[in-house]
Every structure is written in structure tokens, then in C-alpha cells.
């Protein structure tokens, strides 16, 4: 095992002084001094998260999903805009002509034909359509009355499904779309949970890196320094050469493992910088956390807190709204696997009007009464002075419903994949709750009694000093009571961010409702 637990033998061997009798301090308390000289850019975590959130990729591809989906719901939703159309043809012929009745030996025709109206699609399936059509035709007949002739036809038609479920198959695509949107947002949501959780758990992660290498840098100078304390002790004659042999493989092992820890401490500032998408001050090549963790966590029983869960975490959310969007086309799919059976009907008027003109015929000379402009043909339309409605019904009965029930049965079993995963979801979400619960439950204790260890660790260190002035001990067994003692305040160091760590996972896992749902 390696000497990194020398780590605070020589933490204590300073104290000692050559002396004897020392009281052990608490574990911070001899690495202040160390920890104020680390050079590098300060970083509260409140900082951090609001750099993360601004800056994470994770966030930003989260919102742009949650913006797809929103434009979903806008191009579904205008499926149901109304829709005004206009369109307008000429035709300008010159056709020969073979029957008296033509009127002329080639039948000059010119004719304008448009087409306005306003078309609409209902949420419950109706199909509604006004249209008004216009011709103007020019001919040289000699059988035209109207020259130039002003034909006008409008209609109201309607036509309603009666077996399609009216809004459950018409709205299906928006009300897929408005499920997913919700689903998107929860998630987005969550994801922002998600980022800040990361961000406080590499933040408390960096803090423990720059706890460690403190202890590290305070461990190299004790070992420095007791390797001349026992060079000087072997001159005198108190230790042998094999002492000092000792002593100087403890500072060598030491020198390694600082170059460790600082290695490790700038790692875990670059992570942190990833994250949040910033770079320490020029010059400086690391973040210096600068919040302490809590030592004490509120928490409330783990069947609250995994009901909290259970009702709040929004990636759950999301997985039932997955549910309800698969569901919604199921629902749709079983009215639409019947037979299709429509109602059909119109409302309309027609008018005519132009030009009035003579018209010759077998010796004599033909007139109408009617006549008038574009706008009288038009007049007559709204009037409705030459009426006509028409009703009906369409029936299609595919043989065999094949198609239908085939579709139905694929989006009934893609629900029933969506509720799975709903389950499967539900169950690890409460696995996760109640391990985070047990680690956070047993966080104060956890602490306490690494900082026990730490402590006692110092005390035997102490006595071996003591033991060693007194020629009763060597560097050797010193070294092995070092290292119990770094890895006392290694354990020291995890135990500390270990429990910040679990309490924002719960955070996470009941998407904010822990702790403020929490009794105190």
C-alpha cells in the first residue's frame, strides 16, 4: 500500500515538535493556512450553476427538443385554421364548327373562369367548405342572348364523419402533439434539475480534491521536515542509518503523491469547467471552491419521501405523458378501423346575368328578358333568388377490416410498451429514493465517525512521536501509523461531500420537492 497515508503522520509529527505531550485538532484545522495559499479562481457554487445552465450542452439540446415539440403542437393545431383559396383561368379559343346550331363557321369562345371560397376542418371531424365560382364567357354565336354572358354559383357544402370517433380520430395528431409538448417540457425541466445536481456534486467533489491536496502538500513538508529531524538525531547518535533510510523513503513517497493530488485537483476543476462551460482567469489554471458543504441534512421518513418522488419527478412525468400520447392514437385507430360512414350535404344559389342581345332565327327575331352586370349575377348568388341544397350519405366497408384492425392492434401494443416503461421507470426512480435516503440518513453519523478516526488516528501518531523520542520506536512503524492516518483522513474527506452529494440526488430524484416538502 502506498505511503499517501503518510499523509497527515507528519501533519502531526509537526505539531509535535520534537516534543511530546500534543492534543489532536480538529481535521480542518491544521490545513487553513494551506488551503488560503492555493492560487486559482474563487467559485461559489450558486456561480457555478447559473454558468452551468447558461453554458451546458445538455440544457440547450434539452430546449431545443422541448421547442420542437412546441412547434408540434402550433403546425397541428393549424390543421384547424380557416383557409381562404383563390383561383382564376382563360381561355381564349377558335374552334371550326360543323352544325347550324354553333352559331358561326368557327366559334370564336373567350371565357374567364374564378374560384374563391374559405375552407375549414372542425376538431370533431367536420369538413366545411364556401366557395363562390364565376364565369364570364364572350362568344360569336349567333345564338348567345348574353354577350358577354355572367355566370355566378355558390355553395356551402358539409361533410361529417358518423363512425370516426368526431374528435378522438380528427384531433389525434394535436392531441399526440400537446402530450409529447407536455412530455418535452417535464423534460427540459428536469433536465435544468439534472445539470444543477451535476454541477453540486462535482462542485462538492472539487472541494474534496482541494481538501486532499492541502493534506498532501502539509504531509510532504512534515516529511521534509522529520527527515532532517532524523538526520540530525542520527549524527548524535539517537537512530541508526536505517532511521534516516526510512525517513527519506517517506518523503520521497510523498513527493509522488502530491504530484498525484495535484493532478487529480486540477482534473476535477477542468470537469467542472466542461460543465459549466468556463475557464478559471487567465493565469490560473484552476477553480478554488469556495463554499463548505452542510454536515447536517433535514429528512423526512423514505415512504414521503419516495411518494414525493413518486408525484413530482418530472422525468415520470414525461414517461406518462408518453403514455397518454400513444394512447390517444390507439383511441383514434379503433374508431377508425369501422366502417366509414359520412354525411354529406349543401346549401347553394346560382344567377345569371350579361349582355342582352337579338338573336335571328328562321326569319324572326328572338329576345330574353334577363340581362345585367357581373355584379347582378353575383347579387342573385347571395340572394339566393335560383336556390339548391343537397344531403346524403357516403358509407366505405373495407372487406375484412384488415388495414384497420391491423393499425389498431400496432398502436395498442406501442401503449402497452409506454406503460412498461412507465413501470419500469417508476420502480428504479423508488429504488434510487430510498438508497440516496439510507446514504443521507446515516450522513451526520457517517461524519462523526470518520472524524473519530481522524482523531485517533492523530493520538497514535502522537504517541509514536513520543515513543520515537524515546527510542522505543522507529521511523518504520511511524510510517505505518501515518499511513492509517491518511486514509483516516481520506475517509475523513469523502464522508464530508459524500453527504451533499446524496442530499441534492434526492433534489434531483423529487424534481425540488425535497427539502422544502421536508419536515424539519
Keep these: 500500500m502506498k505511503l499517501r497515508a503518510a499523509l497527515l503522520i507528519t501533519t502531526v509529527i509537526a505539531a509535535t515538535h520534537i516534543s511530546g505531550a500534543q492534543t489532536p485538532a480538529n481535521p480542518d484545522s491544521a490545513l487553513r493556512s494551506i488551503l488560503s495559499e492555493i492560487k486559482g479562481t474563487t467559485l461559489t457554487l450558486q456561480q457555478a450553476i447559473e454558468y452551468g445552465l447558461k453554458n451546458a450542452t445538455s440544457v440547450r439540446i434539452a430546449e431545443a427538443a422541448y421547442l420542437a415539440s412546441e412547434g408540434s403542437v402550433r403546425r397541428e393545431a393549424g390543421m384547424f385554421d380557416p383557409e381562404l383559396f383563390f383561383s382564376i383561368s382563360h381561355l381564349d379559343q377558335q374552334q371550326p364548327t360543323a352544325s347550324f346550331f354553333a352559331g358561326a363557321p368557327i366559334l370564336v369562345t373567350q371565357q374567364t373562369n374564378s374560384q374563391t371560397g374559405l375552407r375549414m376542418d372542425l376538431p370533431i371531424g367536420t369538413q366545411l367548405q364556401l366557395t363562390l365560382n364565376t364565369v364570364k364567357l364572350n362568344t360569336n354565336s349567333q345564338f348567345a342572348f348574353l354577350d358577354p354572358e355572367y355566370d355566378a354559383f355558390g355553395s356551402l357544402s358539409l361533410r361529417q364523419p358518423l363512425l370516426g370517433g368526431f374528435a378522438a380520430s380528427a384531433r389525434k395528431q394535436l392531441t399526440q402533439s400537446e402530450r409529447q409538448f407536455e412530455g418535452a417540457k417535464a423534460r427540459y425541466d428536469q433536465q435544468v434539475l439534472a445539470t444543477s445536481t451535476q454541477i453540486e456534486q462535482t462542485y462538492w467533489d472539487l472541494h474534496a480534491a482541494e481538501r486532499d491536496y492541502a493534506v498532501q502538500k502539509l504531509t510532504r513538508d512534515r516529511a521534509d521536515a522529520f527527515l532532517n529531524e532524523t538526520e540530525l538525531r542520527a549524527k548524535t547518535g539517537l537512530v541508526g542509518p536505517n532511521q534516516v533510510a526510512n525517513a527519506r523513503t517517506l518523503l520521497a513517497e510523498q513527493e509522488l503523491q502530491i504530484l498525484e493530488r495535484d493532478e487529480q ?53 414525461a414517461a406518462q405523458k408518453d403514455v397518454d400520447a400513444a394512447r390517444s392514437l390507439a383511441n383514434a385507430a379503433g374508431w377508425e378501423a369501422l366502417p366509414s360512414v359520412n354525411l354529406l350535404g349543401s346549401l347553394g344559389s346560382n344567377g345569371v346575368a350579361g349582355n342582352n342581345q337579338p338573336v335571328v332565327f328562321n326569319g324572326g327575331v328572338l329576345r330574353i328578358e334577363r340581362s345585367g352586370s357581373f355584379s347582378d349575377a353575383v ?63 446515516h450522513g451526520k453519523s457517517r461524519l462523526n465517525a470518520a472524524r473519530q478516526g481522524v482523531e485517533a488516528a492523530q493520538e497514535q501518531v502522537r504517541i509514536g512521536m513520543i515513543e520515537f523520542h524515546n527510542g522505543r520506536s522507529t521511523a518504520f512503524e511511524l510510517v505505518r501509523l501515518g499511513e492509517d492516518l491518511a486514509i483516516a483522513q481520506q475517509r475523513y474527506s469523502a464522508a464530508l461531500v459524500r453527504t451533499a452529494k446524496a442530499a441534492a440526488t434526492l433534489k434531483l430524484l423529487t424534481s425540488g420537492a425535497y427539502p422544502s416538502t421536508t419536515n424539519h
Design 265 to 317: 485537483f486540477d482534473h476535477q476543476s477542468d470537469q467542472l469547467a466542461s460543465l459549466i462551460g468556463m475557464r478559471p482567469e487567465p493565469g490560473l489554471t484552476r477553480f478554488i471552491p469556495t463554499d463548505e458543504p452542510q454536515s447536517d441534512y433535514p429528512f423526512d421518513s423514505v415512504d414521503v419521501l419516495v411518494d414525493h418522488a413518486a408525484k413530482n419527478n418530472l422525468d415520470l412525468q
Design 379 to 441: 347579387h342573385q348568388v347571395f340572394r339566393r333568388d335560383y336556390p339548391n341544397w343537397s344531403v346524403g350519405v357516403e358509407i366505405n366497408i373495407p372487406i375484412g377490416l384488415r388495414s384497420g384492425l391491423g393499425e389498431k392492434e400496432r398502436l395498442e401494443a406501442n401503449v402497452l410498451g409506454a406503460e412498461q416503461r412507465y413501470i419500469e421507470q417508476s420502480r428504479s426512480l423508488e429504488d434510487r429514493v430510498r438508497a440516496t435516503y439510507r446514504e443521507l440518513s
